[in-house]
Structure formats: C-alpha cells, structure tokens
C-alpha cells in the first residue's frame, strides 16, 4: 500500500483499451472491456478472501427490478446480480510503492529529503459495477431439469440424470440452500441420482400407506419401515418401480411425521428403520386428501346434506374462473374434519393451519387444494398464477403467499404496484376489502 499523502506516478500499460467513445460514435457498439468491480457484502467479501469459489450462473426468473437474469451463488447464499453504468471514467490500476518501484524516481522536498515516487500503472478501464440483492434458490430450475424423470414415466435410456454434483452446475443456487432445497421440496434421492416426486404419486403413495397402517392395526408412534415399504410395493402397480426405497417412502410420509424424528428415522428407543407418525398430521392429511376426491362421494360417505344452492351475492367477473360446481363448501369441510378428528375445530383455525394447502373461493365458499411451494418463484408470475385460480383475495392472504418470492422487498409496497383494492358484498351490508389484478 502507498502511504496517504505520498507522490504517486501515473502510467498507462502498452495494453490499456480505452472505452471513451465520441458522441458520434454511441450508436456503435460499445467496446469490450475484460473487468468489472463487483460489490459485496462484508460476509460475502470476507469468504471471498478465504478463498471460497463463487459462481455466476443464470436464473430461470428474476427478482431484480430491470435486470437481467444472472445470479451470483456462493457458500450458503444466493444473489441476483445487476449492473449500473457508470458515466464517470473508471481507471484500474497496480500501485507500486517508490521504494519497491524498479523505475524508482527520486525528487527533492522542500526539506531537504529525498522522495520516494511511488508508481500506478493502469491497465483497465470500466464502464459500471455489478451490485447484488439477496434471491431465493432457483426451484423452478431444478423442476425443469428433474421433471423428464420423475418417478411417475418411464425414462428414455438416453435421458440425462442428474446427481448433486450436476445440479449444483445447472441451478442457480448456494450448495447449502440446495442441500436445503432438495431436502424440503419434492425430490427424491435415487441411487445417487435426484428424481423429482409428483405431488399425485405422493398423494397415491401416501393414501396407500396410511390405508395398510390402518388396517394392520399398526401403532403411529412404532411403525417398521421395512415392513410398511413391502406392502405399499406390493399393494401399488409397479411399487418397485414408484417407491424403490425406504428413503422414498420416508420422503413421501415426512409431512405426517412426528417432528425431531424426520431426519433420524428411528423410535425415541433407537431401534432403525422405525417411521414415528403424528397422529394429528395423519388426521389433516386424509382430510385433505378429501378435496382432492369427487365431492358428491365425500358427502355420501359422511352423510352430508345435498349440495347447498348458493345464495345471491357479488356477481362473479366475467373473466375469473368459472364456478366450482359441487365443490365441498368451507362449512362441510369442517363438519367432515370435526367427525376424522373428534375435534371442535373453529373455521378460522382450521383455515389457518391450511394456509399452505388449501384456498377459499370466496365467491362461491368453497374450498381447493393448493400447494403454495409448487408457486412460481418469480414475483409476476406467482401473482399471474394466483390470480388463474381466483380473481379476488383477501389482502392478508395474498400477502402470506407472495412474501416467499419478495425476497429484500416490502409485500404491500410490491402489491400496491401490481393489483389493485376493490369492496364487495358478500353478506348484505357488510363490505369486505379483496385484491385483485390491476386493469390491462
């Protein structure tokens, strides 16, 4: 380092391009420069320091307002990358202090001592830096790369798979968040090779399950894990093939599982292989499992009055969804969840605990399965797609959905650009705030 206040020589390397253009010349393409600055955070710097390896790799959707679609993935963090022009000349340079300074240049100060030159060769010229926002891992990426083999097809025998290695090549992700990523989301580890697993052969799966449990009589606090794959391979066309390991099948049960014993697979008394259910996790999941079956049969099986004949109320847009039809109505999903359970479950606790599962049409009353991690993780496209299954939502559920995919940003501040409050009617005289879709 040159001390402060010490003389410095400039120079400018044999191979220094200049990026300066003439007025004249700005609609030409730019010259090429070969550095860019890049700011850090101090965390991100230090590791940097340490020697760790970073990695510029593209995202399937940006989060950055402009940008472009480049992300920066380190150790255990991942960012959206982008860059701000700079119309101020930015020079790089090597600074050489006087005395190490081959060329040394001597001079002679007011007080009689010799000076020391200190030497700044500059061999670059920037046009901006690159600055970075925090971004969520790119789930999107790894769907698209593991969906051509999901358990549920045939693979063609000339059909990449893709181990952890590979991913973390393609996806546009830190190594910690994707561990993290793979761990939670629909994936499955399969011989070494990640394979995605569809949300309707988790559903098969588990329903199979939780059926043989039932029927053998077994206990939800010691289930042997071996045992329970056998007979799901038997019961299911190709188990073998649909659940080829007991990894797969603890995979499919973790929702259901006691918490603490997900990742040991094994009895508070040790013994391996050993699945703990939740007695109460198994309960909401065959609940769910009901909206995702015919609901004239649902209202047979627990003798639920007829289809109820929908009130007036608030015309629904011409441009929504149409409606649901004979879908379960909020009520008779709680009347059928107070009878598996033996609860006296309220409606908004029960809409609560499903605040990821499920939505209401507020239109018609009734209530759908929906799995908010499957949501897309760009901004735009999350709302598009909740806006598919119904127009209008209540503010503060809206909010809850699209928080996920705002990663650094205010929700509401987000929202107030993309739709827009209207009041409805849906009891006479009482006015209900809902957000829906900005005008095209």
Known sequence: MVPTGQPVSLYYSDDFVSLDQEVKDLQAPKPETHFCLLELPKDQLKSLQMGQTFAFRELSGSQVSGGGFTALCTADATFGVEFLENSNTLLLGKVTPGEDNKENQENTGANGETEHFGRCTVFAQCRGQLFVKPEKPDISKVRELLRPTALSQVVPTDQKLYDFASLQHE?????????????????????????????????EVLD???????AQGWALQAIDGKALLDEVQKTLPDGEVLVPSLAVLKKVLAGVQKLGTESEGASATGEPNTLVLDAEKVTVSRALQLLAENPQEVRQRFELAPAPVRTAGPKRPRLAAPAQGSALQVDEFLQVFKDLTNSEMTKESLLEMLATKAYVDEFEGTIHAMDATMLPREPTERLKQL???????????????????????????WLGKHARQVYLEFTPGEEVRMMTKKFS
């Open 208 to 214: 199979t399950a939780l059926t043989i449990i039932t």
């Open 171 to 203: 996806v546009a992700s830190s190594t910690q968040e994707l561990l993290t990523l793979l761990s939670e989301g629909p994936f499955v580890d399969v011989d070494g090779y990640w394979r995605l697993l569809p949300e309707r052969l988790q559903r």
């Open 387 to 413: 806006v598919e299954m119904q127009s209008h939502w209540r503010p503060e559920r809206l909010h809850s959905l699209m928080a996920p995919s705002l990663a650094g940003q205010k929700v509401e501040a």
